[in-house]
Nanobody, 127 residues
Framework: QVQLVESGGGLVQAGGSLRLSCEASGRTFSNYRLGWFRQAPGKEREFVAAISKRFVTTSYTYYADSVKGRFTISRDNAKNTVYLQMGSLKPEDTAVYYC?????????????????WGQGTQVTVSS
């Protein structure tokens, strides 16, 4: 059993930055791939970013085209925490952001590849 708790959401003007955090407990953190998804009102939940389990000293990252170059995902296994650094924010980034953890499947962008989910944190970007 893994529990995930997101924090760091809020209201920001277009062009600004936010850093989301997700703290995990219950299992060995390094055994899981980690992802961020978001869901805007009236839309389906969509993939944002993912980071692989750590191999030696390297973790591999993946991003949706809509956030590539603006968002950065990272993990700190010692703190059992995954981060999403969000920059150059746009109004279309407004959504509830969820972190997720999983250790099965091969598609980092697929909902079913993740077994555990946080409660979500609201990000609102004003124009």
């Amino acid at each position: 059993q893994v529990q995930l708790v997101e924090s760091g959401g809020g209201l920001v003007q277009a062009g600004g930055s936010l850093r989301l955090s997700c703290e995990a407990s219950g299992r060995t953190f390094s055994n899981y791939r980690l992802g961020w998804f978001r869901q805007a009102p009236g839309k389906e939940r969509e993939f944002v970013a993912a980071i692989s389990k750590r191999f030696v000293t390297t973790s591999y990252t993946y991003y949706a085209d809509s956030v590539k170059g603006r968002f950065t995902i990272s993990r700190d296994n010692a703190k059992n925490t995954v981060y999403l650094q969000m920059g150059s924010l746009k109004p279309e980034d407004t959504a509830v952001y969820y972190c997720a953890a999983g250790n099965s499947g091969t598609n980092y962008a697929a909902f079913i590849a993740y077994d555990y989910w946080g409660q979500g944190t609201q990000v609102t970007v004003s124009s």
